[in-house]
């Protein structure tokens, strides 16, 4: 670890909180500049140019520094997702709204997300996934720290988390809202996120349950990720009886991506029903790659950032909208989008009838349970073949 000392590194939003160990109470900064905030597709090591030094500060040092000069505290909005919903197409958009600054799924964030509800018992394996965040597990906790009550570390916990949000609120000059847009883990801590600063709003970004399905079948690497995804929400997450008792390892992989967009659709009823619904926007993934004016204008005054129309012509124009989001070096744009989601259909229509069919009496019974599934896109058309 290269020396820089405190207060300089969390004077600039230069420094990027890259890793998190909560039971070393330790954090570790990387150098990245301007430019990398608004190319990378994701704010993780492994995907976003950053400096190959590590200053690295003991966690309760930066907390007793938020203390007694509090760090960042720029106003911050959210964007959560159910994945592969046209997220980073509107997180690039938000890119070149001025005065904005964009974190594309920040590293911290998904760790801690991912640490909220992580049985005492874990031991280090590595649940790293593409393209979420990587996790830094529990190491062996410290004497006596295993004995801790859910309260007690859901308490720890929240002062953590409190403090990775803070240190997201640094901006490069006065004035810019910050936009998370965050990883998919992240709905695990909405509640706290919208808690910890009552100017912050939120969007609720999914797809119906079949576009999901097909999104997640078309590619290999989306297959595996949905895998390790299923796998750690059924060991981390017991919130909600109805999904614990499914047995993932035995699901095909349409039938492991049905589930987790039930995960997603539960997290965000947890959530809604904690918070004010002036403060969440629900919406369609369809509308960002269909209609991305008219999104961006929706997210931009329900943010409260000022957008003037010839701003707005102008982003519309940029090559943005005929690339890939997350490979800008491809040319992708509405139309491509379309005629894809046909092929998706000729070729997975079958399986995802079939992850359908499985997956609707657990939507019922996690509807006996009190779970509401307006939140999710589509979700007036349960169990229909399009």
């Given at each position: 670890m290269a020396n820089l000392d405190l207060d300089s590194v969390l004077s600039s939003c230069s420094y990027y909180p890259a890793q998190v160990d909560l039971c070393r109470r330790l954090?570790?900064?990387?150098?990245?500049?301007?430019?990398?905030?608004?190319?990378?597709?994701?704010?993780?090591?492994?995907?976003?140019?950053?400096?190959?030094?590590?200053?690295?500060?003991?966690?309760?040092?930066?907390l007793l520094h938020d203390l007694s000069l509090p760090i960042g505290g720029a106003p911050s909005h959210y964007i959560f997702i159910s994945a592969f919903c046209c997220s980073t197409l509107l997180a690039r958009l938000l890119d070149r709204v001025p005065n904005c600054l964009v974190l594309k799924e920040p590293s911290v964030l998904g760790q801690l997300a991912m640490l909220r509800y992580r049985?005492?018992?874990?031991?280090?394996?590595?649940?790293?996934?593409?393209?979420?965040?990587?996790?830094?597990?529990?190491?062996?906790?410290?004497?006596?720290?295993?004995?801790?009550?859910?309260?007690?570390?859901?308490?720890?916990?929240?002062?953590?988390?409190?403090?990775?949000?803070?240190?997201?609120?640094?901006?490069?000059?006065?004035?810019?809202?910050?936009?998370?847009?965050?990883?998919?883990?992240?709905?695990?801590?909405?509640?706290?996120?919208?808690?910890?600063?009552?100017?912050?709003?939120?969007?609720?970004?999914?797809?119906?349950?079949?576009?999901?399905?097909?999104?997640?079948?078309?590619?290999?690497?989306?297959?595996?990720?949905?895998?390790?995804?299923?796998?750690?929400?059924?060991?981390?997450?017991?919130?909600?009886?109805?999904?614990?008792?499914?047995?993932?390892?035995?699901?095909?992989?349409?039938?492991?991506?049905?589930?987790?967009?039930?995960?997603?659709?539960?997290?965000?009823?947890?959530?809604?029903?904690?918070?004010?619904?002036?403060?969440?926007?629900?919406?369609?993934?369809?509308?960002?790659?269909e209609n991305p004016g008219d999104a961006l204008k929706k997210v931009a005054a329900f943010f409260g950032l000022p957008l003037e129309e010839s701003r707005l012509e102008e982003i519309l124009a940029d090559p943005v909208l005929s690339h890939h989001a997350k490979f800008p070096g491809v040319t992708y744009d509405a139309v491509t989008r379309r005629n894809d989601r046909a092929d998706w259909e000729t070729r997975f229509g079958a399986e995802a009838d079939r992850a359908i069919e499985w997956a609707d009496p657990i939507q019922e019974k996690l509807e006996s349970d009190g779970v509401d599934f307006s939140s999710m896109a589509d979700a007036e058309c349960k169990g229909l073949v399009l």
């Open positions: 954090i570790w900064f990387a150098e990245i500049d301007r430019e990398t905030y608004r190319r990378a597709g994701f704010l993780t090591p492994k995907f976003a140019s950053m400096s190959e030094e590590r200053y690295g500060f003991n966690l309760d040092d930066v049985p005492q018992h874990a031991k280090g394996e590595n649940e790293e996934s593409d393209p979420s965040p990587a996790v830094v597990p529990p190491a062996s906790s410290p004497q006596g720290r295993g004995s801790l009550s859910d309260a007690e570390r859901e308490e720890e916990w929240r002062t953590w988390a409190a403090l990775g949000m803070r240190l997201l609120t640094r901006t490069f000059e006065p004035g810019q809202t910050v936009i998370v847009k965050a990883a998919d883990v992240c709905n695990t801590m909405g509640d706290v996120i919208l808690a910890n600063d009552p100017r912050s709003k939120a969007v609720l970004l999914s797809v119906g349950l079949r576009t999901f399905i097909l999104s997640v079948l078309k590619l290999e690497n989306r297959k595996k990720w949905t895998r390790r995804r299923a796998n750690f929400w059924h060991k981390t997450l017991t919130l909600f009886p109805a999904l614990s008792e499914v047995n993932v390892p035995e699901l095909d992989d349409a039938q492991k991506a049905a589930y987790v967009w039930l995960v997603t659709a539960a997290l965000w009823d947890r959530f809604r029903k904690q918070a004010e619904p002036e403060r969440l926007l629900l919406m369609d993934g369809e509308e960002v790659s």
